[in-house]
């Protein structure tokens, strides 16, 4: 029995998503991104073909590091101009039944407090299909505009990152009990207030007296993503994440991170077939090979280059602008690079690779590798690529859009069904219940749990206090 | 030829918005709050009835003063639950054609920075159909859970309103240039980066040096609404605001208001024309009189009076538990209050009225006053309103929901239809094109104009500084 293969969609509320340039592909409509028709199709051609998601990326911030200014980023629309993916959100629930939402939100630009609120909001909406990805931001473009000097310091993010997630679970999880909401129309009582509690937060970063403003949602808690690729990263991933990003580039570098990802998730109690991990894969699929080829080529004529540095730059903090395109990259030291060397070089140890060779990969789809081929020939790939490295799925880029998904959904999510390698119907429930078949809400072993009997925390403190 | 009445329907995300205990009627709907149907269906239903807009209230904060805590509002879901508002605006976009979109959202809760990108993405996807309702917050346990220890002075809270104004203005009006957006594919350009400017605002409140992340939207700054009831806050919307909502009970009230804010417009050099104000209003409209007078009877056999009590407790910030609900109006004192009670001796000057017949007032619909009768009753009573207040129009409470905007789309609509008092079709264009009939974008005259040309402002400080 081939193992089960999940596929996201990877989306964002802009031109040209990690394919810098391919908006001038005359069939690319990611220029629609302001469209709402452009969304609601896309929703429907995603749900025809079984995807559990769309997941919407964000930044607050622009590409500035190439050449010390956003120009390139503008002129090749590299996730500028980029609006809000809130908005997304709701309109394409409305024409759809089981697909997933995964919603990108930075914890240092939106206090807890209103954000819980939006959270609720849209798990109440989409009836339990939200899920949240939890970014703690990494472009000092937004951060600046926020009065920000810059953004704090990596390790302290994540400390802020675990307050932040207290606050949101002691309001999700804590605030208010089963059965809190009884609407009963002879009593004329709507909420029972003793199931109602403050969650009494005080912190070192929020103070959160109150109680939380929604009644609970399908899910409560949101399905929680995270994409962190740092140790620190890896370890809140292991600690809070059921579905973790990654963008390994080739299967070695992958199947060292998934397993690092499960050990952690075992030694933080969790079981590690919980996390699913989805690693960022652009495929272009065609009808025979040749045709995939083909299309690949022609794609290729619109990428550009000066977006794909812009898009480099920002990733890794360095001006690609002080470099030849013919520069060999072993000279340039950061870590995303030394994923990229080694991916290049495990398919060919004996070459060198250049800055004009990385741009050309990143140039379509992003660091994530590219399968190009027949619909047989990229299910053979994604096959061995579970196989090999035990990774649960992929979270497909597009090159040219909406062409790349209704490729998938027309050419390879059939050969994937054929081989009992892809649901053909979607399990019921909401988006957690779908993806690991159990209740709506995060299991016990998950550390939100502990955060679901408030009175009991508080005696606990009270307890503690005597005791001391 | 009769005046034109414009018709907003109050609405927001919770049960029994402004009719604390009508949840429990038989036909009361609001406990569908979280459905996208219920919104999707009303939607629909107010397009048909040639609605201008669904205005959206909010408060982030619970309604705690009465007997110091948040219990009768809970027991009577007297705005709370309560849901974001935002998520609900791109559902009914989609849905409809021609529909308004009031979003309310306060100042004091969110970063100027990303929330004005969230005004331009909600521009973008309703095709320039989004009003903003400028709040600057009034629930003290809203801003005690975001960390703050009660609101800011009132004053400085319209101060500070005035600097995230200007942040605002300078991102929607004057960092894209018209035509920045090329999207020329020959060129392989996207973006004219010599047309996108950086706004470099460095305030008391707000240092936003960088560009905005949006590409202009239909009418780049929202329809502007304010509903300030204080001195400062009428001053700040007859200098910002384009719909002013008041909440008058009675016509000589209304009446001073709308000479007020006009006058203080044409001080502040607008056309006093130019700002449209809307009355709170409720109507009971029914197929006779009687028919209308037996459903009124009806409704208010499930109205709350503690739910009433909540409401009027943390608008007035006075415990009105501490009272008796025979003790009479005239010594308690607050602005709220006095007009009350002007209101209700503008009726009977001879006669004094109780906390219960406040509380019974309010509790269907809110402060504003409450009309009940036949199509023709009703048409003949709102006509009177603005022949005699000049008001514009009425924003529209409801009782039992959507009962009360289906008798007012089935039953007045058309009766005002027949008088010539109501647009039988809706103008072309965006919302600020509908409500002003001029171009999509604010007029000159409006503050916001001196934020399009950032370059020659900046000229204009260089200047300044050179020839101090």
Known sequence: MPREIRLNAFEMNCVGHQSPGLWAHPRDRAWQYKDLEYWTELARLLERGKFDGIFIADVIGIYDVLGGNGEAALRQSTQVPVNDPLALITPMALVSEHLGFGLTASLSFEHPYPFARRLSTLDHLTR???????????????????????????????????????????????????????????????????????????????????????????????????AGASSRGKQFAAEHAECVFVAAPSKSILKKTVADIRRRAEEAGRDPRKVLIFNLQTVIVGETDAAAQAKWRDYKQYASYEG???????????????????????????????????????????????????????????????????????????????????????????????????????LLVPELQKRGAFKTEYAPGTLREKLFGEGPRLPASHPAAGYRDLAALEAGRRGATAGA
């Open 128 to 226: 339990g299909r939200i899920g949240w990805n939890i970014v703690t931001s990494y472009l000092d473009s937004g951060a600046r505009n926020l009065g920000q000097q810059a953004l704090k310091d990596h390790d302290a993010r994540y400390d802020y990152a675990d307050e932040y997630l207290e606050v949101i679970y002691k309001l999700l999880e804590g605030s208010w009990e089963e059965g809190a909401v009884v609407r009963d129309r002879e009593r004329r009582l709507f909420t029972e207030p003793a199931k109602v509690h403050e969650i009494g937060h005080v912190g070192k970063h929020f103070q959160v007296p109150g109680i939380h403003l929604c009644e609970p949602s399908p899910q409560r808690t949101p399905v929680l993503y995270q």
């Open 308 to 410: 794909a540095l812009a898009l480099i730059s920002g990733w890794t903090g360095i001006d690609f602008g002080q470099y030849r395109p013919d520069q060999v990259l072993e000279h340039i030291h950061t870590n995303a690079i030394q994923s990229a060397v080694e991916a290049f070089s495990s398919a060919d140890p004996n070459r060198t690779w250049t800055v004009r060779e990385l741009a050309d990969w990143v140039g379509i789809g992003g660091f994530g590798p590219l399968i190009v081929g027949s619909a047989q020939t990229v299910a053979d790939e994604l096959q061995s690529w579970v196989e090999d490295t035990d990774v649960d799925g992929f979270n497909l880029a597009y090159a040219v859009t909406p062409e790349t998904f209704v490729d998938v959904v027309e």
